[in-house]
C-alpha cells in the first residue's frame, strides 16, 4: 500500500537524467531534437532546486540570473529580505486599497451599519424560517443596496483584496522567499476569514501580526498572534473568563477600559458592551427571545489553550494532558479584545475576567499573577525543546520533503534552541543543508494548488492584471485562501493534494492559462518559443523553457510526438504544464 | 487493479462489437451479479458535533441543570421551540424536522453515546483516527473504506465504486484501491476544446510516470472521466418538489443521488459538512448548532426523497470526530468532549429508534468526569453497516487490530 501516499524518491531520477537524457537523444532522439543541457549540469540542478523551494517557482531567466550571482549568495540574499528593493510589487498592488487600511477603517468602511443589520435581521424574520438561503441573498443585496453611500464597498471585497495581494505578491515579488515564509507561518497560525469579524481582522493579521515578526524570535511572533484580535477572535480566547466571575463586573472593567459607560450586551455574553457584530457569533439568528437565551455566566473557553499548544508550539505528541489544556484555558483567561464599540479592536487584558487562583501547567506552578501569567506560558511553551522540533520539523517538511530527514530537523532543532528561537537561523541551517540538496529531496514535493498556479503564471511569464480569477481557480483545487476553516491549516504533504478532481482541475487550468482563457491573465505563449518551428521542436523548445528541472524521457517523448499531431503551442505548453514533472518543486 | 483496467478495457471492445448503449453495457454488468448495487454513503460532520443537543436526553432533569441556557426545551407538542420526541426519552432538535418522517416510517435510526476508544481532544487527530480507522495508530496509512475495497475485490468494478464528492481525497478513501475524488459532475472532464492529442497526450504522461505517486491518480482520473461521460449522470435531475439546500454539502448529495440513479456501480460514496466546532453561540433552538442541522436534515430528507425507490439499496451513516462536553461553557457553547451520536438512514435501516446504550449523565458515568461516555465503538456501528449492507465478511482487514463482533454490533441493521 505505497505508491498513491508516498511520494517516493522517483526524482531521483531526474537527477541522474540530465546525462541519462543526453545519452538517450544521441541514440534514439529524431535528428533536430535539441535539448540543450548545460556545462555545469550539477551546479545548475542545485539552482534549480533552490528556486524551486525558496520562491513561488522559476520565471524564465531566474537560473541565469542566480548562477551569475551565485547560489550561496543569492540564497543569503533571500534569507534577508529587508535587503531586497522589490520596486515592482507596489505599483501590482496599488489599486487593492484595504491592504493599507487600518483595521479601523476597515470595518468603520465595509461592515454593514447596525441600522443595516438590523433590518436583514428584520426580513429574515418576515421571510421566516422557510425562506430559501436565494431569497435571503436576494433580500440583503437589496437592502445593502439602500445603504451603499454609507459604505466604501460591500463586506466581501476586504477578503477578495487579501487574495488577490496574496497571489499577486507570490507572482511578482522579489522577495520570493519572505512570501514563502510568511504563507508558512500564516498557515501555522491559521486563521479563518469564515468566521465572524475574522474577515475584517486578516489584513492587519497579516500586515501587523505576522510580516514583521516572519524572521524574527519565534516567541515573538507567537506573543503577537496570541495577542491578535484576529487569533484571540478565531479561537474563541476573548470570550473565555473565570467562571466564577460576575459578568457584571466585567462589563463594567471593559467600559472603563473603553472610557464608556456601561452598557449591556445586545445578545449573550458575547457582547463585551458590543457596539457591531462582534457579539454575534456568525450567522447566528436572532432567537426572539433574547432575555430567556441570553447567558448569565461567564465561563472558561479551552478552544486557543488547546490549539496554542497542539499546532502552534509543542504539537499534538507534546506531552500535555487535558488537564494542561484547561490549566492554560485559566492563565489566559481576560486576555481579550477592547475598543470594539469604537469599531477600533486592539488587545487588552481584563483582569475583572482573570482566573487569579494558582495553576499547574506541564507540572510547573504558576503562581496567581494577572497577565503575566499568560506571558509565562508563552514563554514556557516558546522555549520549550518539543516546540523547536515542532516548528523545526515543520518549517524542513515545507522546504525539504514531506518525511524530512531526522537528522535535519534535529540540528535545525537545535539552532531553534541554541539561538533563542531565531526563524532567519533556523530557516538557513535548513537551506543550506546537504540533506536540503540531496538528491532525493529534488523535486520531491507535490506542489498544493496555490504553489501550482502561481508557479504556472511565473513559468509562463504571464501578465497579471486581475488576479480574482486565479484565486478562484486555487479555491476550486480544493484551497480557498484566507478560508481554511480549521485551525490546522493547509496539509502540506503530497497526499492531501493527490486526488482525481485536484488533477482534472490542475490539467484545465494549464490548458486555459497557456490558450489565454484565464481573466486577466495575459500569456504569449507563441512568444516562449519563438523560432522553434512545430511538432518536436517546438515541445522541447517550450519544455526548456517552462520546466528548468527537465522532463522525464517517457513524458518527453510523449509531448514529441504528439506535438507530431500539429498541436499549437498554446497546446504544448498546456500540456507541458500538466505534465506529472510541472505538479511537483 | 488489474482486473478493473481489464474491464474498462474489454467494456471498451464491447461498445464496439455490440454497438450498446452505454447505460445498458452496465446495467448487463449488475445484471450478471444478480440486480442493483447496495450503496453505502458517509457524512462526515468535520467539527465535532454535539450529540447531545441533537438526540437529547430531555428525560434526564440532569441533561438541564448541565446546560442552563442551551438545553433543549422538552418536547410541547410537536412545537418547533422544544426538542421533538422520539422516544419519551431523547427528543431530536427541532432544526432537524425534516427528518421526523423519516423517522416515524422507521427508515431512519440513531446511535447514542458512540465514538472512538482514543482519548485525544484534537480535531486533527480525532479525524485521522476515525478515518483511518485505526485509534491511537498514527502510522496507518490507508483508510478504512479502502480497505473495505481491498477486502472485498469487485471483478467488474467500474472507477466509481468509491468516490468522494469532495475537492480532495478524504482519508477514509485513500490507499491502495482505486477511488475518485471530484467537486462536481459538471466539472469533471478534460476542457474539450483542447482537442484529442492533448488528451492522449496527458494520458500518455501519466501513464509512463510509474514510479510517481501521480501515476496512480492519472490512471484513475481519465478512466473516470471516460466513464462519466457515457454514463452521463447529469440528466437525472432531482424532482421538482425535492429541494437540496444551497451550499457545497446539499450539492455533493444531489450529486451522490445522480450518481447512485445512473448506475454508475457506487458501492461508497463520501461528502462531509464542516461547522460543528461550536464552542460559542452554539444555543439551543436557536444558534450556530441550529443551522448548521437545518442543513443536515434538509439535505438529507432531499436525498431520501429524490432517490425514492432507490433507497432500498442505500444506506447512509453520519459519523463525527467526538462529541462535546456535558457541561456548557460561559459562551453559550461546548469545548471538546468524547461521545457523539450518528445517524443511519436506508431501507434496511431498523429505524424509529435510538439505539446504542445509553451511559447516563450522572457524574460517575461521565468519561473523565466531563463528557459522555463511549458504549458504542465506532468500528462496530461502521463495521455492522459494512457487514450487513455491503456483505463484506472480512471486518479484521478493515479495522486491523479490533476484533470486531456481531455481538457488538448496535443493530441498526437488519440481518
Same mark, same amino acid.
Given at each position: 500500500?505505497?505508491?498513491?501516499?508516498?511520494?517516493?524518491?522517483?526524482?531521483?531520477?531526474?537527477?541522474?537524467?540530465?546525462?541519462?537524457?543526453?545519452?538517450?537523444?544521441?541514440?534514439?532522439?529524431?535528428?533536430?531534437?535539441?535539448?540543450?543541457?548545460?556545462?555545469?549540469?550539477?551546479?545548475? /540542478?542545485?539552482?534549480?532546486?533552490?528556486?524551486?523551494?525558496?520562491?513561488?517557482?522559476?520565471?524564465?531567466?531566474?537560473?541565469?540570473?542566480?548562477?551569475?550571482?551565485?547560489?550561496?549568495?543569492?540564497?543569503?540574499?533571500?534569507?534577508?529580505?529587508?535587503?531586497?528593493?522589490?520596486?515592482?510589487?507596489?505599483?501590482?498592488?496599488?489599486?487593492?486599497?484595504?491592504?493599507?487600511?487600518?483595521?479601523?477603517?476597515?470595518?468603520?468602511?465595509?461592515?454593514?451599519?447596525?441600522?443595516?443589520?438590523?433590518?436583514?435581521?428584520?426580513?429574515?424574520?418576515?421571510?421566516?424560517?422557510?425562506?430559501?438561503?436565494?431569497?435571503?441573498?436576494?433580500?440583503?443585496?437589496?437592502?445593502?443596496?439602500?445603504?451603499?453611500?454609507?459604505?466604501?464597498?460591500?463586506?466581501?471585497?476586504?477578503?477578495?483584496?487579501?487574495?488577490?495581494?496574496?497571489?499577486?505578491?507570490?507572482?511578482?515579488?522579489?522577495?520570493?522567499?519572505?512570501?514563502?515564509?510568511?504563507?508558512?507561518?500564516?498557515?501555522?497560525?491559521?486563521?479563518?476569514? &469564515?468566521?465572524?469579524?475574522?474577515?475584517?481582522?486578516?489584513?492587519?493579521?497579516?500586515?501587523?501580526?505576522?510580516?514583521?515578526? @516572519?524572521?524574527?524570535?519565534?516567541?515573538?511572533?507567537?506573543?503577537?498572534?496570541?495577542?491578535?484580535? /484576529?487569533?484571540?477572535?478565531?479561537?474563541?480566547?476573548?470570550?473565555?473568563?473565570?467562571?466564577?466571575?460576575?459578568?457584571?463586573?466585567?462589563?463594567?472593567?471593559? @467600559?472603563?477600559?473603553? =472610557?464608556?459607560?456601561?452598557?449591556?450586551?445586545?445578545?449573550?455574553?458575547?457582547?463585551?458592551?458590543?457596539?457591531?457584530?462582534?457579539?454575534?457569533?456568525?450567522?447566528?439568528?436572532?432567537?426572539?427571545?433574547?432575555?430567556?437565551?441570553?447567558?448569565?455566566?461567564?465561563?472558561?473557553?479551552?478552544?486557543?489553550?488547546?490549539?496554542?499548544?497542539?499546532?502552534?508550539?509543542?504539537?499534538?505528541?507534546?506531552?500535555?494532558?487535558?488537564?494542561?489544556?484547561?490549566?492554560? /484555558?485559566?492563565?489566559?483567561?481576560?486576555?481579550?479584545?477592547?475598543?470594539?464599540?469604537?469599531?477600533?479592536?486592539?488587545?487588552?487584558?481584563?483582569?475583572?475576567?482573570?482566573?487569579?487562583?494558582?495553576?499547574?501547567?506541564?507540572?510547573?506552578?504558576?503562581?496567581?499573577?494577572?497577565?503575566?501569567?499568560?506571558?509565562?506560558?508563552?514563554?514556557?511553551?516558546?522555549?520549550?525543546?518539543?516546540?523547536?522540533?515542532?516548528?523545526?520539523?515543520?518549517?524542513?517538511?515545507?522546504?525539504?520533503?514531506?518525511?524530512?530527514?531526522?537528522?535535519?530537523?534535529?540540528?535545525?532543532?537545535?539552532?531553534?534552541?541554541?539561538?533563542?528561537?531565531?526563524?532567519?537561523?533556523?530557516?538557513?541551517?535548513?537551506?543550506?543543508?546537504?540533506?536540503?540538496?540531496?538528491?532525493?529531496?529534488?523535486?520531491?514535493?507535490?506542489?498544493?494548488?496555490?504553489?501550482?498556479?502561481?508557479?504556472?503564471?511565473?513559468?509562463?511569464?504571464?501578465?497579471?492584471?486581475?488576479?480574482?480569477?486565479?484565486?478562484?481557480?486555487?479555491?476550486?483545487?480544493?484551497?480557498?485562501?484566507?478560508?481554511?476553516?480549521?485551525?490546522?491549516?493547509?496539509?502540506?504533504?503530497?497526499? /492531501?493534494?493527490?486526488?482525481?478532481?485536484?488533477?482534472?482541475?490542475?490539467?484545465?487550468?494549464?490548458?486555459?492559462?497557456?490558450?489565454?482563457?484565464?481573466?486577466?491573465?495575459?500569456?504569449?505563449?507563441?512568444?516562449?518559443?519563438?523560432?522553434? =518551428?512545430?511538432?518536436?521542436?517546438?515541445?522541447?523548445?517550450?519544455?526548456?523553457?517552462?520546466?528548468?528541472? &527537465?522532463?522525464?524521457?517517457?513524458?518527453?517523448?510523449?509531448?514529441?510526438?504528439?506535438? &507530431?499531431?500539429?498541436?499549437?503551442?498554446?497546446?504544448?505548453?498546456?500540456?507541458?504544464?500538466?505534465?506529472?514533472?510541472?505538479?511537483?518543486? | 487493479?488489474?482486473?478493473?483496467?481489464?474491464?474498462?478495457?474489454?467494456?471498451?471492445?464491447?461498445?464496439?462489437?455490440?454497438?450498446?448503449? !452505454?447505460?445498458?453495457?452496465?446495467?448487463?454488468?449488475?445484471?450478471?451479479?444478480?440486480?442493483?448495487?447496495?450503496?453505502?454513503?458517509?457524512?462526515?460532520?468535520?467539527?465535532?458535533?454535539?450529540?447531545?443537543?441533537?438526540?437529547? !436526553?430531555?428525560?434526564?432533569?440532569?441533561?438541564?441543570?448541565?446546560?442552563?441556557?442551551?438545553?433543549?426545551?422538552?418536547?410541547?407538542?410537536?412545537?418547533?421551540?422544544?426538542?421533538?420526541?422520539?422516544?419519551?426519552?431523547?427528543?431530536?432538535?427541532?432544526?432537524?424536522?425534516?427528518?421526523?418522517?423519516?423517522?416515524?416510517?422507521?427508515?431512519?435510526?440513531?446511535? %447514542?453515546?458512540?465514538?472512538?476508544?482514543?482519548?485525544?481532544?484534537?480535531?486533527?487527530?480525532?479525524?485521522?483516527?476515525?478515518?483511518?480507522?485505526? !485509534?491511537?495508530?498514527?502510522?496507518?496509512?490507508?483508510?478504512?473504506?479502502?480497505?473495505?475495497?481491498?477486502?472485498?475485490?469487485?471483478?467488474?468494478?467500474?472507477?466509481?465504486?468509491?468516490?468522494?464528492?469532495?475537492?480532495?481525497?478524504?482519508?477514509?478513501?485513500?490507499?491502495?484501491?482505486?477511488?475518485?475524488?471530484?467537486?462536481?459532475?459538471?466539472?469533471?472532464?478534460?476542457?474539450?476544446?483542447?482537442?484529442?492529442?492533448?488528451?492522449?497526450?496527458?494520458?500518455?504522461?501519466?501513464?509512463?510516470?510509474?514510479?510517481?505517486?501521480?501515476?496512480?491518480?492519472? %490512471?484513475?482520473?481519465?478512466?473516470?472521466?471516460?466513464?462519466?461521460?457515457?454514463?452521463?449522470?447529469?440528466?437525472?435531475?432531482?424532482?421538482?418538489?425535492?429541494?437540496?439546500?444551497?451550499?457545497?454539502?446539499?450539492?455533493?448529495?444531489?450529486?451522490?443521488?445522480?450518481?447512485?440513479?445512473?448506475?454508475?456501480?457506487?458501492?461508497?460514496?463520501?461528502?462531509?459538512?464542516?461547522?460543528?466546532?461550536?464552542?460559542?453561540?452554539?444555543?439551543?433552538?436557536?444558534?450556530?448548532?441550529?443551522?448548521?442541522?437545518?442543513?443536515?436534515?434538509?439535505?438529507?430528507?432531499?436525498?431520501?426523497?429524490?432517490?425514492?425507490?432507490?433507497?432500498?439499496?442505500?444506506?447512509?451513516?453520519?459519523?463525527?470526530?467526538?462529541?462535546?462536553?456535558?457541561?456548557?461553557?460561559?459562551?453559550?457553547?461546548?469545548?471538546?468532549?468524547?461521545?457523539?451520536?450518528?445517524?443511519?438512514?436506508?431501507?434496511?435501516?431498523?429505524?424509529?429508534?435510538?439505539?446504542?446504550?445509553?451511559?447516563?449523565?450522572?457524574?460517575?458515568?461521565?468519561?473523565?468526569?466531563?463528557?459522555?461516555?463511549?458504549?458504542?465503538?465506532?468500528?462496530?456501528?461502521?463495521?455492522?453497516?459494512?457487514?450487513?449492507?455491503?456483505?463484506?465478511?472480512?471486518?479484521?482487514?478493515?479495522?486491523?487490530?479490533?476484533?470486531?463482533?456481531?455481538?457488538?454490533?448496535?443493530?441498526?441493521?437488519?440481518?
Amino acid at each position: 500500500m505505497t505508491s498513491r501516499l508516498r511520494c517516493g524518491p522517483q526524482l531521483a531520477a531526474g537527477l541522474g537524467r540530465a546525462t541519462s537524457l543526453v545519452l538517450a537523444l544521441a541514440i534514439a532522439a529524431p535528428a533536430g531534437a535539441t535539448v540543450r543541457r548545460p556545462a555545469t549540469a550539477d551546479e545548475d /540542478a542545485r539552482i534549480v532546486h533552490a528556486l524551486s523551494r525558496l520562491t513561488f517557482g522559476p520565471r524564465p531567466g531566474d537560473v541565469e540570473a542566480v548562477r551569475a550571482m551565485g547560489l550561496e549568495r543569492w540564497i543569503d540574499q533571500q534569507l534577508h529580505p529587508e535587503k531586497i528593493a522589490d520596486p515592482d510589487l507596489a505599483p501590482r498592488l496599488a489599486s487593492l486599497s484595504t491592504l493599507r487600511m487600518s483595521t479601523s477603517e476597515i470595518l468603520k468602511g465595509y461592515d454593514p451599519p447596525p441600522e443595516l443589520k438590523r433590518e436583514i435581521q428584520k426580513k429574515r424574520a418576515e421571510l421566516g424560517d422557510n425562506a430559501s438561503e436565494e431569497d435571503m441573498r436576494k433580500a440583503r443585496r437589496e437592502l445593502a443596496a439602500e445603504y451603499k453611500g454609507q459604505m466604501a464597498g460591500p463586506p466581501k471585497q476586504v477578503v477578495d483584496e487579501l487574495q488577490q495581494a496574496k497571489l499577486l505578491r507570490a507572482v511578482y515579488s522579489d522577495r520570493q522567499l519572505d512570501e514563502v515564509l510568511v504563507d508558512f507561518w500564516m498557515n501555522h497560525f491559521n486563521v479563518f476569514a &469564515g468566521k465572524g469579524q475574522d474577515k475584517f481582522l486578516l489584513t492587519a493579521y497579516e500586515r501587523d501580526v505576522i510580516r514583521p515578526h @516572519a524572521w524574527g524570535r519565534f516567541e515573538d511572533l507567537l506573543k503577537a498572534t496570541a495577542e491578535s484580535p /484576529a487569533m484571540l477572535f478565531y479561537l474563541d480566547n476573548w470570550l473565555s473568563t473565570d467562571p466564577s466571575a460576575n459578568p457584571q463586573d466585567i462589563r463594567r472593567a471593559m @467600559a472603563e477600559e473603553e =472610557g464608556m459607560a456601561p452598557r449591556r450586551p445586545a445578545r449573550g455574553f458575547g457582547g463585551f458592551g458590543r457596539r457591531r457584530g462582534f457579539g454575534s457569533a456568525p450567522g447566528m439568528r436572532p432567537n426572539g427571545r433574547p432575555a430567556a437565551q441570553q447567558a448569565k455566566k461567564a465561563g472558561l473557553n479551552e478552544n486557543y489553550a488547546r490549539e496554542i499548544m497542539e499546532l502552534h508550539t509543542l504539537g499534538v505528541d507534546g506531552g500535555y494532558t487535558q488537564k494542561d489544556v484547561t490549566e492554560v /484555558a485559566r492563565c489566559l483567561t481576560g486576555w481579550t479584545i477592547g475598543g470594539l464599540r469604537r469599531q477600533d479592536p486592539h488587545f487588552v487584558y481584563l483582569d475583572a475576567a482573570h482566573d487569579h487562583g494558582d495553576k499547574v501547567v506541564l507540572g510547573h506552578k504558576i503562581k496567581s499573577a494577572g497577565m503575566k501569567e499568560g506571558q509565562g506560558i508563552i514563554h514556557m511553551l516558546a522555549t520549550s525543546p518539543a516546540t523547536a522540533h515542532f516548528v523545526s520539523y515543520k518549517l524542513a517538511r515545507r522546504f525539504v520533503a514531506d518525511e524530512p530527514p531526522a537528522s535535519l530537523v534535529d540540528r535545525a532543532a537545535a539552532t531553534f534552541r541554541k539561538t533563542d528561537g531565531d526563524i532567519r537561523e533556523v530557516v538557513r541551517t535548513i537551506l543550506t543543508s546537504p540533506e536540503f540538496f540531496a538528491p532525493e529531496s529534488r523535486q520531491a514535493k507535490v506542489k498544493t494548488p496555490f504553489e501550482f498556479v502561481v508557479s504556472a503564471v511565473r513559468a509562463s511569464g504571464a501578465d497579471v492584471s486581475d488576479a480574482t480569477a486565479l484565486t478562484q481557480r486555487v479555491a476550486q483545487m480544493g484551497m480557498p485562501l484566507y478560508q481554511q476553516q480549521p485551525p490546522t491549516g493547509y496539509k502540506d504533504t503530497a497526499e /492531501a493534494w493527490v486526488s482525481t478532481s485536484g488533477l482534472l482541475a490542475r490539467l484545465n487550468f494549464a490548458l486555459d492559462l497557456a490558450a489565454g482563457r484565464v481573466r486577466g491573465v495575459t500569456v504569449a505563449a507563441g512568444g516562449l518559443a519563438p523560432r522553434a =518551428g512545430d511538432g518536436a521542436m517546438l515541445a522541447d523548445a517550450l519544455a526548456a523553457r517552462l520546466v528548468p528541472a &527537465g522532463l522525464s524521457e517517457s513524458t518527453l517523448k510523449t509531448l514529441e510526438s504528439q506535438s &507530431g499531431q500539429g498541436l499549437d503551442a498554446a497546446r504544448v505548453a498546456g500540456l507541458i504544464l500538466g505534465s506529472p514533472e510541472f505538479q511537483r518543486r | 487493479m488489474v482486473t478493473r483496467r481489464f474491464f474498462l478495457k474489454s467494456s471498451g471492445l464491447a461498445l464496439v462489437a455490440f454497438g450498446a448503449a !452505454p447505460k445498458a453495457l452496465v446495467r448487463s454488468v449488475y445484471a450478471a451479479e444478480g440486480g442493483r448495487r447496495k450503496t453505502l454513503v458517509v457524512v462526515f460532520q468535520r467539527g465535532a458535533m454535539d450529540g447531545l443537543n441533537v438526540v437529547a !436526553p430531555y428525560g434526564d432533569p440532569i441533561y438541564r441543570r448541565y446546560r442552563p441556557t442551551i438545553a433543549l426545551p422538552s418536547p410541547k407538542g410537536g412545537s418547533n421551540e422544544a426538542a421533538l420526541d422520539l422516544d419519551g426519552y431523547f427528543g431530536l432538535h427541532p432544526a432537524l424536522e425534516p427528518l421526523l418522517p423519516l423517522w416515524k416510517d422507521r427508515t431512519l435510526a440513531a446511535v %447514542q453515546a458512540v465514538g472512538s476508544p482514543d482519548p485525544t481532544r484534537s480535531h486533527f487527530d480525532a479525524q485521522d483516527f476515525m478515518e483511518s480507522g485505526t !485509534p491511537g495508530l498514527k502510522a496507518t496509512e490507508d483508510g478504512w473504506i479502502n480497505r473495505h475495497l481491498q477486502a472485498t475485490p469487485v471483478a467488474d468494478a467500474t472507477p466509481f465504486r468509491a468516490v468522494s464528492l469532495t475537492p480532495t481525497l478524504p482519508r477514509s478513501l485513500a490507499g491502495r484501491a482505486p477511488a475518485v475524488a471530484m467537486n462536481s459532475i459538471r466539472e469533471f472532464d478534460l476542457r474539450p476544446s483542447a482537442g484529442a492529442s492533448v488528451a492522449h497526450g496527458f494520458e500518455g504522461m501519466y501513464e509512463a510516470a510509474v514510479n510517481d505517486v501521480l501515476h496512480g491518480t492519472g %490512471q484513475e482520473t481519465f478512466e473516470a472521466v471516460q466513464f462519466l461521460k457515457k454514463s452521463d449522470p447529469s440528466r437525472y435531475v432531482p424532482a421538482a418538489d425535492v429541494e437540496y439546500p444551497r451550499g457545497r454539502y446539499g450539492d455533493s448529495l444531489k450529486q451522490i443521488a445522480q450518481l447512485i440513479k445512473a448506475d454508475v456501480g457506487v458501492e461508497v460514496a463520501f461528502t462531509e459538512i464542516g461547522g460543528w466546532d461550536t464552542h460559542a453561540a452554539e444555543g439551543g433552538v436557536q444558534g450556530q448548532l441550529a443551522q448548521r442541522l437545518r442543513e443536515l436534515g434538509q439535505a438529507l430528507s432531499a436525498f431520501q426523497r429524490d432517490l425514492g425507490d432507490r433507497m432500498q439499496d442505500v444506506a447512509l451513516v453520519t459519523m463525527t470526530e467526538f462529541g462535546r462536553t456535558v457541561h456548557e461553557n460561559g459562551n453559550r457553547g461546548t469545548d471538546h468532549g468524547h461521545a457523539s451520536v450518528s445517524f443511519v438512514m436506508g431501507g434496511d435501516v431498523r429505524g424509529g429508534k435510538v439505539h446504542g446504550r445509553w451511559p447516563g449523565l450522572e457524574e460517575r458515568s461521565l468519561y473523565e468526569a466531563r463528557d459522555l461516555a463511549v458504549t458504542t465503538d465506532f468500528r462496530d456501528l461502521l463495521g455492522e453497516m459494512l457487514t450487513r449492507h455491503l456483505g463484506d465478511r472480512d471486518l479484521a482487514k478493515v479495522f486491523p487490530g479490533y476484533a470486531v463482533s456481531p455481538s457488538r454490533f448496535p443493530g441498526v441493521m437488519r440481518a
